[in-house]
Structure formats: C-alpha cells, structure tokens
C-alpha cells in the first residue's frame, strides 16, 4: 500500500513539474499557441511511444529473462544428472530388453553435430521399447533411489522448474518409481502382475530420461565443451566409456 501511495505521490509531482514548466515557458516566451502546439505534437506520439515500450522493448526483456531462465533450469538439470540421472540411465539399462539396438544409437562423440541429436531424438520416439522389472537388480535400484529422495523433492520444489515441462515430467516419473518401490518392504518373491505394474513405472522413467538426457547433452555440446567432454566419458550406454582422458 505504501508503495502505492508513492507510485502516486510521484505521478502526481511529475504532472505538476510539467505544468509549471509549460506555464514558464509561456509567461517567457508569450507564445502560448506555438506551446500548445507543440505540446500536442508530443501527446500525439505517446502511442507510438507506448506501443515501442510495450510491444517492442518488453518483448526484448522478456526474451532476455527467458534466456536467464532457461540457463538457471540448465544448471539444475545438470545437478540432476550428475546426482541422479547418469547412474539411474545406467540401471536401468539393466531392464531393457533391447539394450544393444538402443545402446547403438546413444554412443555419442565429439563429431556429433545439432542434425545427429535431432536424428537420434527422433529414432527414440519410434524406438520400441521394452523394459522387465525382474531382469535387473530392483533392490539396488529401490535402494539408489530412496537414498535420492530429498534431492528429488528439492527439484520438485524449484518453481523454475515449472517452465520446462519435459524435464519436470522426468522428475514426476522418477519420483513416482520411487514411492512404488520405497512403498514395498521387499521387491523380491512378488507377483508377476506387480512385476508388470513396475515394468510400466521403470518404461515410463527411462524412457523420458532417456530423451530429456540426449537434449542435455546436445545443450553441453554447444555452450560447455568441457562438460561435455566428461559426460562422453561417462556415458551410460558406451560400454567402453571410461572417465579418464585417453
């Protein structure tokens, strides 16, 4: 409210020091005609005035914000990978029936160029894919996972991440695996239909990760050579990958 009154009180003076100054301007020069003709010739551009400040000057400001946004979501993405994604990427490869047709398509290098990442994006959203929940370790995922809780809450809080509405799909999929298998005492002797039910829940992450990852990588090509470089060096579907400069 106070901060109102003073958006008013300042209006108020600037309508006041306008006045006065017109008022000088034609008690010195007694040309009040030639005062009011100008002063309308200035009214007559305010709307080009505001249609430059409003159209113009505030969709550059708001481009500018959205890039200062979408760097700030980067960097939590990255966090998220370098926490969670990377490792989850690689167990759950574990489930995947056709690791080896999917893995193929994933080994990326240096020499990738922005048309290789929209070819394999692609690929992906026609690959089939196949996931069983008793082919891999469950206990060590449940485990991995549960120990990663609070970090995933902590994402799930970020409200700038309501903006990227892929990303925050990946999380809702992930986190909701987590309560499934943080809900069960024991992920071993149970029956096949809750099996299955926990194959969808793992098809669902994995696949989304899966995409929103290849995206991440495609950003670290283009704005962090060197982060890219280790995330090459570690990537989940390369088997022959290895941390060390080689």
């Given amino acids: 409210m106070k901060s109102f009154q003073w958006q008013i009180i ?9 006045v006065s100054l017109y008022f000088i301007q034609i008690q010195l020069f007694r040309t009040p ?19 430059t400040v409003t159209l113009i000057i505030d969709q550059l400001l708001r481009i500018r914000e959205k890039r200062v ?6 960097m939590v993405i990255g966090a998220f990978f370098s926490e969670v994604g990377t490792i989850l990427l690689k167990s759950f490869t574990d489930f995947d029936l056709h690791y080896d047709k999917i893995r193929r ?9 922005e048309q290789d990442f929209s070819i394999v994006k692609k690929r992906l959203g026609e690959f089939d894919y ?5 082919k891999g370790d469950l206990e ?17 809080e970020n409200p700038n991440l309501l903006e ?3 990303f925050t ?3 809702w999929a992930v986190f909701h695996l987590t309560e499934e298998l943080a809900s069960r005492a024991d992920v071993r002797g149970l029956p096949d239909t809750d099996y299955q039910h926990l194959s969808g829940d793992i098809k669902r992450a994995y696949v989304s990760l899966i995409s929103e990852w290849v995206t991440y990588m495609k950003h670290l090509k283009t704005d962090y050579p060197y982060l890219f470089s280790l995330a090459v060096r570690t990537n989940p579907f390369n088997p022959d990958a290895l941390p060390e400069v080689r």
Avoid: C
């Avoid at 300042?10 to 306008?18: T, Y």
């Avoid at 995922?141 to 995933?152: A, C, S, T």
């Fill in 10 to 18: 300042f209006g108020i003076s600037l309508i006041a020091l306008s």
């Fill in 33 to 51: 005609r030639d005062t009011f003709f100008y002063l309308f010739q200035d009214l007559a551009f305010v709307p080009i005035s505001v249609l």
């Fill in 69 to 74: 946004l979408l760097k700030k979501m980067n």
């Fill in 105 to 113: 398509n994933l080994v990326i290098t240096n020499d990738w160029s």
């Fill in 130 to 134: 196949s996931v069983n929940s008793e």
């Fill in 140 to 156: 060590s995922l449940k485990n991995f996972l549960v120990g990663k809780r609070d970090f995933l809450l902590r994402l799930l």
């Fill in 164 to 166: 990227h509405e892929s």
């Fill in 169 to 171: 799909d990946v999380l």
